[in-house]
């Protein structure tokens, strides 16, 4: 992923923001006049999506603080801890009040009114989340080209996932309350709408457990994705002076940011053909030069001391650049001699 993420979740997310807030409204007065639950658990979850859209919106905006010295590397995990709290919104105000709401009305039976407006509102709501689902997809797949389904939902940005999926699960509960709603008219039995507004319920939940544990992975510390660990690992690998890679680790410190640390061993032999050949001598004719003179020898020893960490810094300072260049996500690198 080599696209700005500053930018990375922004537009679908306000997308959904304000279309969100539409379709509550439409959604309520919908409810009002047929006396729906199921409708009126579209309307609680319209209310949760937005509240929890305007939560991925603090997240993105926190997240683009630059580091300070109370936070080396960053705000991003702002991003990550206010898509949690977004997550529990679904969970606790979308999934436990549409639930309750469907189980109440379960108990006391009511009266269900299928009118034109309801088709309308359902209409309506159906083409604004259709929308706001298409931006979601279109932004996972342009900053994650040639993956997978699978690949992007485990790599993509979690503030663009949780609009994904919940449009999704709009859409899907349009249709839920469109036929709980047309069965209890037609039937006249409300436990049609009541069974509807449950699995709306149900699907939220899922939807914020999905969301809460892919949110904790970010925050406790996720591993860069593993093709991306694989090829800095070959670069690692395929530099002669390096001879073995120890205890290589990684964490997502935002979308498209990462830190990597790792030990090394280096090749002596390659660290002193490098040395020799900045001298422009031969190890040979420094022997000739020092071995009759133990005051000559010493001075050759300092600085063959002096010369080899300051090789050995450069070494890893080219290093360093080498893998900034090629992969630009990688903001932070932590090279250590074991």
Known sequence: MTSNNKTIGLVPVIAAILGNFTVTFLKFAAFFFSGSSAMFSEGIHSVADTANQVFLAVGL???KKLPDEDFLYGYGNERFFWALISACGIFFIGAGVTIYKGINTLLTAGEVHFNFFTVIVLLVS?????ITLGLAIYELRTHNPGKSALEIYADGDPSTLAVLLEDSVALIGILVAFASIGLSYLTGQTYFDAIGSIIIGLMLAVVAIILITKNREYLIGRAIPDDLQDDIIDVLEAEPAIEKILDFKSQTLDVGIYRIKCEIEFNGYVLL?????????????DYND????????KKFCADYADRLPRLVGKKIDDIENTLKLKYPSIKYIDIEIN
């Open 61 to 63: 905006r926190r997240s």
């Open 126 to 130: 159906f083409v604004i989340e259709s």
């Open 273 to 285: 053909k490098e040395i020799y050949q900045s001298r422009g001598t031969t190890l040979r004719e």
């Open 290 to 297: 020092v071995k009759d003179d133990f005051e000559e020898f």
